[in-house]
């Protein structure tokens, strides 16, 4: 009998290795909060630094038009660290590639969902797949050597600027929102479609009335995902945009984004100078853009939920 009792006392296999589980999974979790802390944490403290040591105005460098760190304006006796040219610039490549893919996303996802089913996943997937996994040095080269002169010869110019930037941004993240629209239709149950039939509802009337407004919810969500890839790019947007810190006068004149600026000034600096101190106040903007887009992208999918 008292062996009996022991063994029933005793801890089983499966129960050690349940506890081991989740003692992985809590240490995990744990790592993974505690690096996004501290990325956090160090990057608002470097970028706050412009602000707290630098004793930089918060309104002149969001709202200043002259980006020049490493020159002291005869005018004011201090460089310029405006950053709204970057900030414009970043802004407008990111919305008008997020506008022009849009339709074309939703298209293709349409047609692979609704239209030809078999055929359309057949030889669009693979065609998603290898642009997903084209590197973005890639696309900065193509653009370069392609879009580029294409811009000249029909707009005039050098053909940097804010078109070549969203013509290359376009193609970048058009199977991003494509493949995440999809997921999104085929996430749409099936009885809509034939309730939507059986009422005498034409297929695309069933597809514009029923099927895109149910999904509206991931539509948004893509868009506003292919969008927060856009705003992140460097390398292909800094070979095709020009790299003018300047506010652009208009789509066709060379800008600069702030990733570019980023990239390109980041090894070029001394830690803890102004002119060191500035750019990570750019990254600092970058990194609460990134929070501002994931918290869209909850905030919408809360919506669909309740719908």
Same mark, same amino acid.
């Given at each position: 009998m008292d062996l009996i009792t022991e063994k029933i006392k005793k801890t089983s296999l499966s129960t050690k290795q349940d506890r081991f589980g989740k003692f992985i999974s809590a240490l995990a979790l744990i790592l993974i909060t505690a690096v996004v802390v501290l990325i956090f944490g160090f990057v608002i403290t470097r970028g706050l630094a412009t602000f707290t040591t630098n004793k930089v105005s918060v309104s002149k460098f969001l709202f200043g038009m002259n980006w020049n760190p490493s020159v002291v304006d005869p005018k004011t006796g201090q460089p310029g660290i405006g950053a709204l040219p970057l900030i414009t610039g970043s802004?407008?490549? $990111?919305?008008?590639?997020?506008?022009?893919? %849009?339709?074309?996303?939703?298209? $293709?996802?349409?047609?692979? %969902?609704?239209?030809?089913?078999?055929?359309?996943?057949?030889?669009?997937?693979?065609?998603?797949?290898?642009?997903?996994?084209?590197? @973005?040095?890639? *696309?900065?080269?193509?653009?370069?050597?392609?879009?580029?002169?294409?811009?000249?010869?029909?707009?005039?110019? %050098?053909?940097?600027?804010?078109? @070549?930037? %969203?013509?290359?941004?376009?193609?970048?993240? =058009?199977? $991003?929102?494509?493949?995440? $629209?999809?997921?999104? =239709?085929?996430?749409?149950?099936? *009885? *809509?479609?034939?309730?939507a039939l059986a009422i005498g509802a034409t297929r695309w009337q069933m597809i514009y009335k029923v099927i895109l407004r149910a999904a509206t919810p991931g539509i948004l969500t893509a868009i506003v995902f292919g969008m927060a890839r856009a705003f992140g790019e460097a390398l292909a947007v800094q070979m095709v945009i020009g790299n003018a810190a300047k506010m652009p006068g208009s789509l066709v004149s060379p800008a600069a984004t702030l990733t570019s600026v980023l990239t390109m000034g980041i090894g070029n600096t001394v830690m803890g100078t102004l002119q060191n101190n500035v750019l990570w106040s750019l990254a600092m903007i970058l990194l609460l853009m990134s929070l501002v887009f994931n918290l869209l992208i909850r905030w919408i999918g809360r919506k669909g939920e309740l719908k």
């Open positions: 802004l407008a490549v $990111t919305v008008l590639a997020a506008i022009i893919a %849009t339709p074309f996303a939703i298209g $293709t996802a349409v047609f692979m %969902t609704e239209i030809a089913k078999k055929r359309g996943s057949r030889i669009m997937q693979p065609v998603i797949e290898l642009l997903v996994g084209i590197p @973005s040095v890639v *696309y900065g080269v193509i653009g370069l050597a392609v879009v580029v002169p294409a811009v000249r010869s029909i707009f005039g110019g %050098t053909g940097l600027g804010i078109l @070549s930037g %969203t013509i290359v941004l376009f193609v970048m993240i =058009l199977p $991003t929102i494509t493949s995440m $629209t999809v997921d999104a =239709l085929k996430g749409v149950p099936r *009885y *809509y479609r034939e309730s």
